[in-house]
């Protein structure tokens, strides 16, 4: 399995400001992590947040049950984007393990131990994936995402994940600050309740502008005309 790994040690930035999507401003410079630096070109990414996880901590039995229940439709929809040639990108929990690579947190998440291990199984990367280490809940904070976002021209992301009410929240946030357009398929997202993620994909609609429709309106030809640039109705809420 090969997965392109970005972090600051294998990506520096040129000059480029963040509201600027045009590809050819802070574009990314090839090392190790990029192998041959042919970073994809679309205008929409799917952003994965936390799938690769233990969930290995007091009181997450229902994070897992809710996890389990969304998984096979974001497998299917994860799919449909590599399909659409849409980026694919696992935004991923440290664990507090500084030194950790990708490959490590996907075995630590595969070991017969972990409760989260049929999530991992179901939603593991693929060739020509993208892994970003972020040490806190948003994808954005302190890691090389925007980075590569931007290098690939990307204007929308689509994200997927755990949980609903905290990295999801947190990562969708700073993706409007960054005036990407934000889409958080409603299905394919999961909380300890589903009182949580109704509340946090009221706040998306409304506060960030986000639109949360059911992952089978994203078709293979509506997630192709996302990675051509089209956006989709405002009406798709």
């Known amino acids: ?19 600027s999507r045009s590809p050819s401003q802070g574009a990314a410079e090839a090392g190790p992590g990029l ?9 929409a990414a799917l952003l994965l947040i936390d799938v690769v996880n233990d969930l290995d901590f007091p009181g997450s039995e229902a994070l897992v049950h809710a ?7 974001l497998s299917q929809l994860t799919q449909r984007a590599r399909a659409a040639r849409i980026p694919v990108v696992y935004v991923n929990d440290n664990f507090g393990r500084w030194q950790s690579d990708w490959r490590k947190v996907i075995d630590h998440c595969l070991s017969p131990r972990s409760p989260g291990r049929h999530i991992v199984e179901m939603l593991r990367p693929r060739e020509n994936d993208y892994f970003v280490l972020k040490p806190k809940h948003s ?8 980075l590569l976002l ?12 755990v949980a609903t009410d905290i990295c999801i929240l947190f990562t969708a946030n700073d993706a409007y600050m960054r005036d990407y357009k ?3 398929p409603r299905d394919c997202v999961a909380a300890n309740t589903r009182q949580r993620t109704d509340f946090t994909l009221r706040q998306i609609r409304e506060v960030l502008k986000g639109q949360t429709p059911p992952s089978r309106s994203l078709t293979g030809s509506v997630l192709r005309s996302l ?3 089209s956006r989709l109705p405002e009406s798709w809420s």
């Open 1 to 19: 399995m090969a997965c392109r790994l970005l972090d600051g040690r294998h990506v520096r930035a040129k000059t480029g400001g963040h509201s």
């Open 35 to 43: 192998g041959k630096g042919n970073a994809a070109r679309s205008r």
């Open 67 to 73: 996890a389990s229940r969304m998984s096979p439709r």
């Open 139 to 146: 994808g954005f904070f302190s890691t090389t995402l925007d």
């Open 150 to 161: 931007v290098h690939m021209g990307v204007e929308t992301v689509l994200i997927g994940g």
């Open 182 to 184: 934000v889409i958080v």
């Open 227 to 229: 990675q051509r640039g």
